[in-house]
């Protein structure tokens, strides 16, 4: 459904996107996982043919980008409708630009999207998460097939970012396509494939379980402390150690292969002699975090 090769982007100095390109098939929700600056909203814009790529094809059910502009719809980053606009009124609106003045279907978005109890309020004076839901109505309103999602939960609560997902996958199900863009691994966790950018590039792809194949041969152990810096500033000068990250009390060391667990325990007793240490999975956080901060 999604067709893309080799795209490239160039703002003066900087090369924001690098080569990167993807096959989305058809119902498929596709996460863009990368840090800050990553290339991320740069690569979702050349998609959307909001920006023309230096370099590379894009391609949506077939058709280049710029004839395919009735496939998708949009919902960026920050909030795109008018504030002082009603519901209803930036529903009509963006239904408009799309030839669609169908009353019934835009009333039956308002209910599917839980906005009928605001129909008539200034979209202004929504809540953060009424705003996503209204956005992600406008972008429905000519019922596209193709969804782009820049970054479409960011500074939600968890009850209502749940709720969006429970969205995207009622979309997905019905066939359409969603690509989401992140920064979140629970998020990203949540799309059936995903691709790490950084710095322009893409790191690496495939189906968040697959995807911590690319780390090699690593092992990973979960100590039960809490932040310690003299024991994280050790396990950083480690040279058997890849990556450590606390999560609130829990020390998280990715270790090479060689490094087992009687050398773990070796480097953490001189500093909590009484925590437990256990070995576990590498979770998609631990894949992020290693591959972009080895390139680093
Ligand atoms: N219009 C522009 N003019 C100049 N530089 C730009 C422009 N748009 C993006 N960039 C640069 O390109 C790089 C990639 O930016 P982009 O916004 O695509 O990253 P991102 O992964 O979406 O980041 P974030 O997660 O912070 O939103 C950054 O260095 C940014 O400063």
């Known amino acids: 459904m999604i067709e893309a090769e080799h795209l490239r982007k160039r703002f003066n100095s900087t090369l924001a996107v690098d080569d990167v390109g993807f096959h989305i098939p058809r119902g498929e929700i ?19 043919g909001l920006i023309a790529p230096d370099d590379g094809t894009v391609r949506i059910d077939g058709k280049p980008v710029q004839k395919a ?3 998708f719809g949009y919902v960026a980053q920050s909030f795109g409708q008018y504030e002082e606009l009603s519901v209803i009124e930036n529903l009509r609106f963006y239904a408009s630009m799309y030839g669609v003045h169908d009353a019934e279907r835009l009333d039956a978005l308002l209910e599917r999207y839980a906005l009928s109890a605001y129909r008539n309020k200034r979209a202004g004076t929504l809540s953060g998460g009424t705003k996503r839901r209204l956005a992600l109505a406008c972008a429905l309103s000519h019922d596209p097939d193709v969804l782009f999602l820049d970054e479409p939960t960011a500074g939600i609560d968890p009850v209502t970012r749940k709720q969006l997902w429970d969205d ?30 950084d710095h322009g590039q893409m790191i690496a792809e495939g189906a968040p379980a697959a995807i911590k194949s690319e780390l090699g041969e690593v092992r990973v152990f979960a ?31 990715m270790t090479m292969p060689e490094m087992g667990r009687e050398a773990v325990d070796a480097l953490v007793a001189p500093f909590a002699p009484d925590a437990a240490v256990y070995e576990t999975e590498p ?14």
Request: hydrophobic residues 40%; proline residues 3%.
């Open 30 to 48: 596709f996460g863009l996982l990368g840090p800050n600056a990553a290339g991320k909203t740069t690569t979702m814009r050349m998609l959307c």
């Open 69 to 71: 502009k009735s496939c």
């Open 168 to 197: 995207f996958y009622t979309l997905a199900a019905a066939g359409k396509t969603l690509f989401v863009t992140t920064h979140y691994m629970e998020e990203a966790q949540r799309c059936r494939r995903i691709a790490i950018l």
């Open 223 to 253: 100590v039960r402390v809490d932040y310690d810096p003299a024991l994280t500033a050790a396990a950083e000068n480690h040279p058997g150690i890849r990556l450590v990250n606390q999560f609130g009390s829990e020390l998280r060391l």
């Open 283 to 296: 979770n998609l956080e631990d894949v992020f975090m290693a591959l972009t901060q080895e390139r680093r």
